[in-house]
């Protein structure tokens, strides 16, 4: 079985497809599937910011080709994991959740980072380009544990 995991932020072009191209650069593809949507749908079609890109780039990650879409109620049943950036990321996916399997599904990623922690990925948007370096350092390390989980089962089946 294909592990399926989701990364939600709220635009889809700053945070979430940097988590999306470092994890999906650390999985075998036929393995883990990985994608990203944003709770808004300000930036819907559009490519990442393009300081996500560069950042990516400086790491050797291509992500110049993903697109935004918005987050949906049948993301629920495509994915086993829904990994939410922030808080505020949280609280939308989780008032659109249908049942305690879906919920089930939802954590902060940076609980990955120090369980329990209920910290939040910080909102670049607004900063400069070491606020990019910043998020992708801590996406990085979050990622290197949920690599741990799927390999252990602790994440899919
Ligand atoms: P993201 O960052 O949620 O990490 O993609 C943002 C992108 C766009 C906006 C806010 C945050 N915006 O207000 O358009």
Do not use: W
């Not at 918005?70 to 008032?95: C, P, R, T």
Request: net charge negative; hydrophobic share 35%.
């Amino acid at each position: 079985m294909v592990t399926k995991i989701l990364m939600v932020c709220l635009g889809n072009i700053c945070r979430s497809p940097l988590a999306e191209g470092i994890l999906r650069s650390k999985v075998n593809a036929e393995e883990v599937m990985v994608d990203s949507a944003g709770t808004a749908a300000y930036h819907i079609g559009e490519a990442p910011d393009l300081r996500s890109i560069m950042t990516a780039r400086k790491h050797g990650i291509n992500i110049s080709k993903l697109v935004g879409r918005q987050f949906q109620e049948s993301d629920f049943d495509e994915f086993d994991k829904i990994y939410v950036m922030d808080h505020a990321n949280l609280s939308h996916v989780m008032g659109m959740a249908r049942n305690e399997s879906d919920k089930a599904k939802i954590d902060l990623i940076l609980n990955e980072l120090s369980p329990g922690s209920n910290q939040d990925v910080p909102d670049p948007y607004y900063g400069g380009d070491e606020g990019f370096e910043q998020v992708y350092r801590l996406l990085e390390s979050a990622s290197n544990t949920i690599v741990d989980k799927i390999n252990d089962g602790r994440i899919g089946s």
